[in-house]
């Protein structure tokens, strides 16, 4: 099973600050790598595929990069709506499909 | 418009079973293979199971493999999961979400919530 560990487990920035997170796999999983925005009571919401690939409707301000076993989702400047939780997600070796634990984004 | 609409979930005794059902629209839904993940209280997002666009071919997660079977029916367009022996720790919230270029998740139900207490 790959495991995907995020950093940090709490990022706490203000609007208008660029934020990196971070998601490292214990073994290469190519760039099949997704990322999800949570807001609480919500569904996750598909931001980044395939390690670099917006999803319909993102905005431009959300960009992945990486592949292997590192990969990084920026958000170059925080809107006040981008407060949440950020999960990764792997499909480069799967079953099991996994997730990241997930980084808290936090008005600082 | 794409929607899933999940259902089914509740309180059930440890040991019972549930059975949900993810109703979608939007989309044809015999063409794309299906998930469920779930999320328990304040925790983060597990996959549970997966089942091809014909139904053929279904994966599961250890946690639930022996337990839980996933099944669709693309004339209904729904997608089902049948939980038997529950547990405790089977209490979450339960997505269904659409496979997108292969099992990433584009689109997501709204969760239904089951727990397992007595």
């Known amino acids: 099973e790959i495991v995907l560990t995020q950093s940090p487990a709490t990022l706490s920035l203000s609007p208008g600050e660029r934020a990196t997170l971070s998601c490292r796999a214990s073994?290469?999983?190519?760039?099949?790598l997704a990322w999800y925005q949570q807001k609480p009571g919500q569904a996750p919401r598909l931001l980044i595929y395939d390690a670099s690939n917006r999803a319909t409707g993102i905005p431009a301000r959300f960009s992945g990069s990486g592949s292997g076993t590192d990969f990084t989702l920026t958000i170059s400047s925080l809107e006040p709506e981008d407060f949440a939780v950020y999960y990764c997600q792997q499909r480069g070796n799967w079953p099991p499909i996994t997730f990241g634990q997930g980084t808290r984004l936090e008005i600082k | 418009e794409v929607q899933l609409v999940e259902s089914g979930g509740g309180l059930v005794q440890p040991g019972g079973s549930l059975r949900l059902s993810c109703a979608v629209s939007g989309f044809t839904f015999s063409t794309y293979a299906m998930t469920w993940v779930r999320q328990a209280p304040g925790k983060g997002l597990e996959w549970v199971s997966a089942?091809?666009?014909?139904?053929?071919?279904?994966y599961y997660a250890d946690s639930v493999k022996g337990r839980f079977t996933i099944s669709r029916d693309n004339s209904k367009s729904t997608l089902y999961l049948q939980m038997n022996s529950l547990r405790a720790e089977d209490t979450a919230v339960y997505y269904c979400?659409?496979?997108?270029?292969?099992?990433?998740?584009?689109?997501w139900g709204q969760g239904t919530l089951v727990t397992v207490s007595s």
């Open positions: 089942v091809s666009d014909s139904g053929v071919t279904t």
């Open positions: 073994q290469s999983v190519s760039s099949y």
């Open positions: 979400a659409q496979h997108y270029s292969g099992p990433t998740f584009q689109h």
